[in-house]
């Protein structure tokens, strides 16, 4: 509130000590407006409006980016899936008693009344993290990869195609050599090349061999471009407790399966909760939390600074049409129409929006470098943000025109030249 008062007093200031120096005599006889005072409005209002055609532009490069991150084939599918996050630490458990906790609770999710499938994984995808290891073929240079670890299902549940080979059985075992693995597209163009995946041995000794690809798929982030996963069966008895996420695919809504299932665990185990419970698709929206938040604040600022040149405008015209009502009264009675009256207001105008907007262009060429780690397929040519935002700030200028043209259209000529 402070701050509001004394920003109107020091706004006040200005122009109170200005009039209070000019001539009283000389403003009564002044008929043409002053000249300076115009061209000072004429530069505020064109500045006004560089900043708010920099604000559009920038508002609409974070809508694209959103769209476009939006629009991402997944690799999944991310409808009709739950998810829940479980720590068997939290009980104190062993690597044996996780192994029957984890059989337990995908043996009665799947029993429950509109559940398709179930499994679990060591990591969950889009949340921004993963495991990472290095891998390579025998005799070749190891280079990292994401690793994973699913129960059999795993795939069934995110709906991932299977393009070569075969999924995972129940009887491969974690212990076995050589170890079973799946990988994603990325991971053979990587490691094996042109050979052919399936068969392929991978690791020092040749410990690892591929039995299936699965396509590629998002992992830590949507910004990131599907990178290479290995799929391991990383669950049994004889593993080390860990947390994993249970992934269930529903035939119905998997928000209305996230309670039962919350109740079936407790029926289970009471001391090891159920936390992050919730659906695969609003995990993924999650993940665009940044950059819905700087969409918001885009837009936000866009609209103020829309109306701050809208006002800016409408001061620049009121003040022309004020100034020249005697020269608009005397164009009327020599028979101008209401489009010549139309044209001398917007002519006022016409170099302020033309620098304004060229200044705002040039601006947003400059500032688009910066905003680059923010972007995601998105660019400062694109040509439907150009075209719109010009767009806008024409509409915005025809708003703000209209009560000035309207008054201007109003002056009685015979009234205005009388009171000469």
Known sequence: MLCCCLTAVLAGLVP????????LNAMLKQTTGDTRHHRLQSVLCAFQIAICVVLIISAGLMERTLLNLDALNLGFDAENVATFSIDPRLGNYNGEQNWDLQQRLLREVRSLHGVAAAAIAGMPVLRGMGTITTMGVPGEKNQLTNVNSITPDYFDVMHMPLLAGRKFTPSDKQEAIPQPMIVNEQFVRRF??????IGARLGRNGEREVVGVVGDSYYRSLRESPPSIAYMMGFGPKMNTGAFVLYVRTETSPAAA??????LMRSIESAIPVYDASTLSAEVQRSLWRERLVVGLARSFAVFAVVLSAIGL????????????????????????ARDVIWTVFRCIAAVLIVGFGAGIGIS??????????????NFTDPFILSGSLLLVLIMAVGAAGVPIYRALQIDPASTLKSD
């Open 258 to 263: 996230i309670e039962p299932i919350r109740k």
């Open 314 to 337: 409408y001061g620049v015209l009121a003040y022309f049409v004020a100034q020249r009502s005697r020269e608009i009264g005397i164009r009327l009675a020599l028979g101008a129409v």
């Open 192 to 197: 094996i090349g042109s050979r052919n995946p």
């Open 365 to 378: 060429a400059v500032a688009s470098h910066w905003l680059r780690n923010l972007l995601f397929g998105a």
């Open 16 to 23: 109170a000590w200005h009039s209070s120096r000019k001539d």
